[in-house]
């Protein structure tokens, strides 16, 4: 009973704090656009907001592990695995400048929505050729102004929480631009909020670290797919206490998946 108590309280809290939020991050943008034309002070706005959704959950824990290894001074690819809705959300516990390519679906969303819009976030159309290109140029454009951008490899949440195939998008461009890429571990959110199910009943503890960037000065294209891959792959396998056999969600018979 008390589980289903809490994801009531849970969902409550999410709902009224959309407003509550939205209407001072909206005053927010109006006062401070015209002398911050790269949303830092939106971007500060959005993780403290993100984090709260995280926060408020009783059994919901994050740790964090290797922040230091961010250059703030120049924009990068950030690349984490994809195993959550939650994942988004407490990866604003890094409190990085970034601009995050998500779905034109997301950016429908009401409050939630409309402040990626805000945060001036990077549209992308499945499928759509032209949205494609228009994804990279203002990728390219917001690393040019020194911020980093946010892209899931996998494309989509994992099913089982293995690691899925990695799509191109974000290494072309990080050779396109000279940008490093820095892989990024997220593990225990499919845990929190699975796929296809709103909510966890049970303690979670998620981690999130940060591993050392990739120059693709180093790499082709297709090495550097496969090299951030690999050593994402490597942590999580080492997080789980399984083999990276049982974490490759490429490998066609893998045994048991144990999660964090």
């Given at each position: 009973m008390l589980p289903i108590l809490v994801a009531v309280y849970y969902w409550i809290v999410v709902v009224l704090s959309l407003?509550?939020?939205?209407?001072?991050?909206?005053l927010i943008f109006l006062l401070t656009w015209p002398f911050d034309r790269r949303l830092w002070v939106m971007q500060r706005i959005s993780c403290w907001w993100g984090m709260f959704y995280v926060i408020t959950h009783p059994y919901w824990s994050v740790e964090i592990e290797g922040r230091e290894l961010f250059d703030d001074s120049v924009g990068t690819v950030l690349c984490p695995n994809h195993q959550s809705l939650l994942d988004i959300l407490v990866l604003y516990y890094l409190k990085k400048h970034f601009k995050w390519v998500s779905k034109?679906?997301?950016?429908?969303?009401?409050f939630a929505g409309w402040v990626m819009s805000l945060n001036r976030y990077v549209v992308l159309r499945r499928g759509d050729r032209k949205s494609v290109k228009k994804m990279f140029e203002d990728c390219q454009r917001h690393l040019g102004q020194g911020s980093s951008v946010l892209i899931f490899p996998e494309g989509t949440r994992s099913q089982?929480?293995?690691?899925?195939?990695?799509?191109?998008?974000a290494f072309t461009l990080a050779k396109r631009t000279g940008s490093k890429i820095q892989p990024i571990v997220v593990e225990g959110t499919a845990n929190a909020v699975p796929k296809g199910k709103l909510i966890s009943r049970k303690p979670v503890r998620i981690r999130i670290k940060v591993l050392a960037a990739l120059d693709p000065k180093e790499y082709s294209a297709k090495e550097l797919l496969q090299e951030c891959r690999s050593r994402i792959l490597s942590e999580?396998?080492?997080?789980?206490?399984?083999?990276?056999?049982?974490?490759d969600g490429l490998n066609p018979d893998p045994a048991p998946v144990a999660k964090g």
């Open positions: 407003v509550g939020f939205f209407l001072p991050a909206l034109v679906e997301n950016f429908r969303l009401p089982d929480g293995r690691l899925q195939g990695f799509q191109n998008g999580l396998a080492g997080m789980r206490g399984v083999s990276e056999a049982e974490v």
